[in-house]
Each structure stands twice: as C-alpha cells, then as structure tokens.
C-alpha cells in the first residue's frame, strides 16, 4: 500500500501500469527536414535487428523518441548494453511507465525511486508536459510531487540547484514515463543511411576504429583482409574476424572479404631485390592492397574505401608516402588522418578492440618488412617499379579467389 493524498492505491491496481520502458532520444536525425521519417525507419529497423533474439520487443516512435517496449521477464540490462551500440541514438533512458492519471503518478513515482533514494541525500523533481490537455503544469507536477516524496523518503531534501538525484516526469501523448535521467548513447547516424564502403582491415589498432567510425556516420561497411599465408597464421586470420565481429556490434553485420596475397608478396620482394629497390616495398604492397580492394569495392557496389591511416605514424604514412598509395578513383576515407595515437587507443578501449588488437600475432605488413623503408617516395618511381614487375595476372587471381564471409556480433 501506498498513501498519498488520503488515496490508498493498491499496488496490484496500478500494476499494470508499473512496466518499464526504454526511451532513445535521437540524435542529429531530429535535426532533418523532410526526410527525417527516412532516417527514422532505418534506425527502427536497426534497433529490430539488434533485438532480433529477444522475443516480444515492440518498437515504435513519435516526436523524436524510439519507444522500445519488452515481454515480462526480458533481461533488461542485456537490451540496454545493446541499445547503447545503435548509431542514431543520442540518450536511452529507462523509465517506468505510467497511466496519465497524477494519483497513479504519485505512488508510480515514489515506489520507483525508493530504492534508488537510499544511496542519495537531495532530490528534484523535473516535468514536462508535452501533452497539454493534461490538467496540472510542469511546475505544479514538480511541487506536489515532490511534497509526496518528501513525505514519504523522509531522509531526502530537496535541492533544485545541485540535487544528488533528479526524478524526471515525462507527460507525453500515450503515457506518463518517470526516470532519472538520460544516459548518453552511441549518437551519429542510422547505418545503412548513408551507403556503403569497404573498410581495409589489418590486424592493428587503428583500422577497427576507422571503420567504426565511418560506420558511426550512418555508412554501412564491410572488411576486406589480405593474407598471406604460410607466412600468416590461421590464428592471426581468426582475430582479424573477431575485430570484423567486434565492428558489427556497433554496424550490424560485417561482409568479410579475405584476399590471398602470398603471390604477390612474393613477386613484389623478388622483383625488388633485383632491381635493388627494397625500400618501396610496404609502398607498393599498399598500392596493390588498394588497387585490389577497389576492384572488389567496384565489383560489389561500394561508394568508398576506408583505411586506418594517420599523418607521419609510420614511414608508409609519411606525406609522400600517402601520395604514392593515392591511386584510388573511389574516394578513400582516413578517418584518423589527423589524430594521435593515444586517442585512437582511447577510441580503440572503448569499442572494446584494443585488447584484440594487441594479440601478438603477425600480419602481411610485417612479412618481408624493408630495413630501410622509403619515407620520401617518389609516386613516379613507384609506379614504374610495379609496372615493371607486373601483378595483373596475380590480381586477377586473387580477386577471383577472395573467400567472402559474413560476420555477426557476438
Ligand atoms: P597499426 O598501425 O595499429 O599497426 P594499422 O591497421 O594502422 O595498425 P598499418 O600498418 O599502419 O596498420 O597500415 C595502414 C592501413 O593499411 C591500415 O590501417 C589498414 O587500413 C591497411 N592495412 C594494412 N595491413 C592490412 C591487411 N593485412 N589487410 C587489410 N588492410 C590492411
Ligand atoms: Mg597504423
């Protein structure tokens, strides 16, 4: 039982109201003209998706919110940890909700932050009425309820300034929803609004994170890996596949294209050695990396390529270094282009791919590694050592043998 207002509420009376809810603000969407109802599709399909192994998920909208209501006895927290993955959501929050009637409110709202009130000493109260017919006003919603939950939490006081605890008081068309505030989320834009492009995926730190985050932007995206077995591992291909899946936890799944590319490496060293240019190797091993992976992007419809390039990190990243492996008639994204190694491991920890991207297994780049690579490349140079050379008997070869797979989050 619960008193309030000489009104006793039986809990069983009002149960039906005392459901929970999730409530995803968007984010840059609500900013849209006439196509945000597009935009909003996309991140309601995305949300489905994500859900996809809960039963009994119902997901609606209306006035720049995502209403994600679940079946009796969902894991709520599991939803939540997936929610906070969907680009598109700028702030979740978990609310209770409620029928519109303020007696209802009252005992709603005080036995949903009873337990929460015993770790905090200040409280207040935040409405907001967006259905208008509703008969209090905010501010009246605000003082007569926080009469009642001074009332009845009598450890609390109020504080409108700096309260350790707000309880927010949303009226809007359908329900009245009671929470405590939001929770930033992933922010961005829908995947799948913005087209496709084929990320160029190694085993390191920074290509994971240059996919996230053009994916962030709303763009769908594939991996495209080179291998070159023997010299690489079976291992060092399967964590190459758990970045693709720890990707598709943020993107949805992930086409994965794996490209053999022992021959070419091979035809590339020896053919340096002989003409005693070592040094351009990793330059034109990229060259061919990205010719190849814009045959495939070509092929399968992408817009766009996307590397984990940064400015000066490595000698084949150097100013003419980039100039020498821009060679693409696709535009190629280098998200990190302009960012420093700490904050790309900081991006890296929070997606949860730095620690798979430690392992220490080898990847193609480090086989036949020059001693003395080339950090003032001439693109002339290189063009004419690869023509010379000449891979396109092995570049059709290897597109032809591309292995696809298609990679699901965890
Ligand atoms: P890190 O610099 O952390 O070792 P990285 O992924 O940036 O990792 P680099 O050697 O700097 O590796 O390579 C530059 C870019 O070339 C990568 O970001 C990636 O986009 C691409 N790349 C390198 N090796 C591969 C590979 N084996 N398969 C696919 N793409 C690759
Ligand atoms: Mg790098």
């Not at 196509?35 to 489905?48: D, Q």
């Not at 967006?130 to 939950?149: N, Q």
């Not at 890996?225 to 190459?240: D, G």
């Not at 045959?295 to 590397?307: M, N, P, S, V, Y």
Request: charged share 25%; net charge neutral.
């Amino acid at each position: 039982m619960c008193y309030n207002n000489n009104v006793y509420l039986c809990y069983h009376e009002i149960g039906l109201f005392m459901k929970e809810i999730f409530l995803a603000k968007e984010g840059e969407i609500a900013l849209k003209g006439l196509n945000k109802k597009t935009f909003e599709n996309v991140l309601m399909k995305n949300i489905r998706y994500t859900l996809s192994d809960f039963s009994g998920v119902n997901v609606s909208r209306a006035q720049s919110v995502i209403y994600i209501k679940l079946a009796d006895g969902t894991d709520y927290d599991a939803v939540y940890e997936r929610l906070k993955k969907v680009f598109g959501i700028k702030a979740i929050c978990r609310a209770r909700l409620c029928e519109k009637n303020f007696d209802v409110i009252k005992v709603a709202a005080v036995d949903y932050i009873r337990d929460i009130a015993a770790d905090f000493r200040t409280f207040k109260v935040e409405a907001k009425r967006s259905d208008k017919k509703f008969p209090l006003d905010s501010p009246a919603i605000s003082r007569e309820l926080g009469g009642c939950i001074l009332e009845q939490i009598p450890h609390l006081s109020v504080d409108v300034h700096r309260p350790d605890l707000t309880v927010n008081i949303e009226i809007r068309e359908e329900h009245c929803y009671i929470h405590t505030g939001n929770v930033p989320a992933a922010g961005g834009l829908p995947v799948g609004t913005s087209g496709y492009a084929l990320g160029l995926l190694s085993g390191g730190i920074d290509s994971p994170v240059a996919l996230y985050m053009i994916a962030k932007r709303g763009v769908k995206v594939a991996a495209i890996h080179f291998e070159a077995p023997p010299y690489t591992s079976e291992r060092a291909k399967l964590k190459v596949i758990d970045l693709a899946k720890k990707i598709a936890a943020w993107s949805g799944s992930v086409r994965f294209y794996s490209v053999p590319f022992t021959a070419i490496q091979e035809r590339l060293r020896d053919g340096l050695t002989a003409a005693g240019e070592d040094g351009y190797f990793t330059i034109i091993m990229r060259r061919l990396m990205l010719s190849i992976a814009e045959k495939i992007a070509k092929k399968e419809g992408f817009d766009a390529l996307i590397t984990g390039e940064s400015i000066g990190q490595v000698a084949s990243q150097t100013m003419g270094a980039l100039r020498c492996t821009n060679i693409c008639e696709l535009p190629v994204f280098r998200p990190l282009i302009g960012m420093d190694k700490t904050d790309i491991i900081d991006i890296a920890e929070k997606i949860d791919t730095f620690e798979t991207s430690s392992l220490p297994y080898e990847d193609c780049c480090t086989v036949f590694t020059p001693k003395h690579p080339r950090t003032h490349p001439s693109k002339e140079i290189a063009e004419k050592l690869q023509d010379n050379i000449n891979f396109s008997d092995l570049t059709e070869i290897a597109v032809a043998n591309t292995e696809i797979l298609h990679i699901r989050p965890d």
